[in-house]
């Protein structure tokens, strides 16, 4: 199975403020890469897919690049609406992982 | 619009057997794989296994090949998540998922259900 290591697992930060979430897979798995929100109480909400691109209607403050190990998640101005635990997931290889998970709350 | 749409969270004793259900509408329910994914309390996504309507093709994660049975009846537009015998430890959010690509195994995904939340105890 391919693991997902994704740091930090949590992070605190003011509104506005730019944030950055990384995750690297333990083989290479090229672009195959999303990202996923996830607020207390609700399913996950796909955000970034084939390690770039923004999901429908996702805002443009989020970002997402990288290919093969390693990939980042961005936040360019957090606001509070993005209080949510976010998670990576490889799509390269079965089993599909994810990794870990990283809770982003305002200072 | 698509949708998957859960059954309602269950309380179960240990050895118990338990079927939970996901029904799609708003596309072509059998020509999309559809994902089950574990959440423990507390604790981080598990991708369990994924089915494909059209023909119920079945593939596991290692961790859970044995442990549930994926199913789906095309002609009611749902996949079902089944347990034989459950134990404390099956205690868990459970999420079905579509893939957002037709036809392929390998895949993310949109939309997610609501989540059904199952809880084993004595």
């Known amino acids: 199975d391919i693991q997902m290591t994704q740091s930090p697992s949590s992070l605190s930060a003011s509104v506005g403020d730019r944030v950055t979430i990384t995750c690297q897979a333990s083989?290479?798995?090229?672009?195959?890469l999303s990202w996923y929100q996830q607020k207390a109480g609700k399913a996950p909400k796909l955000l970034i897919f084939d390690a770039s691109n923004l999901g429908t209607g996702v805002p443009s403050r989020f970002s997402g690049s990288g290919s093969g190990t390693d990939f980042t998640f961005t936040i360019s101005s957090l606001q509070p609406e993005d209080i949510a635990t976010y998670y990576c997931q490889q799509y390269n290889n079965l089993p599909l992982t994810f990794g870990g998970g990283t809770k982003v709350e305002i200072k | 619009e698509v949708q998957l749409v859960q059954s309602g969270a269950e309380v179960k004793k240990p050895g118990e057997s338990l079927k939970i259900s996901c029904k799609g509408s708003g596309y072509s329910f059998t020509s999309y794989w559809i994902a089950w994914v574990r959440q423990m309390p507390g604790k981080g996504l598990e991708w369990m296994g994924i089915i494909y309507p059209g023909d119920s093709d079945t593939r596991y994660s290692p961790s859970f090949l044995g442990q549930v049975s994926i199913s789906a009846d095309k002609s009611i537009n749902t996949a079902f998540l089944q347990w034989s015998s459950l134990k404390a430890s099956d205690t868990a959010m459970y999420y079905c998922a579509r893939g957002v690509l037709p036809g392929a195994t390998r895949n993310r995904y949109d939309p997610w259900g609501q989540g059904t939340l199952v809880t084993v105890s004595s």
């Open positions: 083989q290479d798995i090229s672009k195959y």
